[in-house]
């Protein structure tokens, strides 16, 4: 049985990953593993044992409060430490491997004071054989008034859920747009989605169709909703001097709309009851899916996507820079650990 990873190291970032990583393993029914690396940051490694002792007993206090909150945080959960000496990256990769999710701010206490990513929240989504979830130090979906940051977490800890599903824009805003409940026996579907609105971002490529799938399984087992977005963006499809000869831009961009739509249907036929949401959406693929992601719960994407040979693409790198909201990054479909 795999676990929920979750890197820690007492910053912001991390305090709000950890109570994303509880609230994960307990929808999941897994255990959390807190973790925690450390390792003498200087290229002379110290002339005394003792300090490098005492640098490790802090290390040691970092993983014990790390597994104390997890504990106050979620009552009767399986909370473990993991503490190691080695580079963060390096650690929390290794135990993906037999991880089921790894979970992680989007900074650590390190790096420079404006820095919107931090190293290991590039490199870990870059490289894990898990799916891994990046989440900001403010973590928020939404701003409360008085300007106050507020982390929106998958649902309630009692379980229970308030009215109302917030669809991103309606008719008038949405091109193309589709929707489908699709029956399934667990009776999710039933429950009040609560608001709850996961974001995935579906360009026809076995990564994204992974991303789907995951995706898929977050929003149910949330009771909240999928919203499939598809960025289309062709310089032939604009009015002007510049209009290329013989090509019908227009039929090309319906046929490229029908095949989106096609593809969210087969992906979410069978599997569990979710309202699911078609946004065939004309813009360039990085801007659309960080304006999708306003007020998302969970925004989803797989690794490299269209892009062959890049660990993270250009939607990838936006959403972990722009996008508010978590980000969640699944591995590619040969990996697996793809559809956890």
Partial sequence: MGFVLVGYDESPGSEQALRWAVQEARLRGRPVVVCHAWHWPYALRPVSRTLLAEVEQVAAGVVEEGVRRARALGGPLDVRPLLVKRPAAAVLLEAAHEAELVVLGSRGV????????????????????????????????????????????PGDLSGERAGGLERPGGPSERQGGEEWDVAYPSGVADEDAGGVRIVVGLDGSPASQAAFRFALREAALRGGSLEAVCGWWDPCDRPGEDEQPFVDARSIRAGAERSFEEAVRRLASGGPGVPVTADFVTERPPRAIVERASGATLLVLGRSGRRAGALIGPVLQAALAEVRCPVAVTPPPHSRKCAA
């Fill in 110 to 153: 390190g790096g420079f004071e404006d820095l919107r990513v931090g190293s290991a929240a590039v490199q870990v989504p870059a490289h894990s054989p898990a799916p891994v979830i990046v989440v900001r130090p403010d973590g928020s979906s939404e701003e409360p008034a008085g300007g106050e940051q507020a982390v929106a977490y």
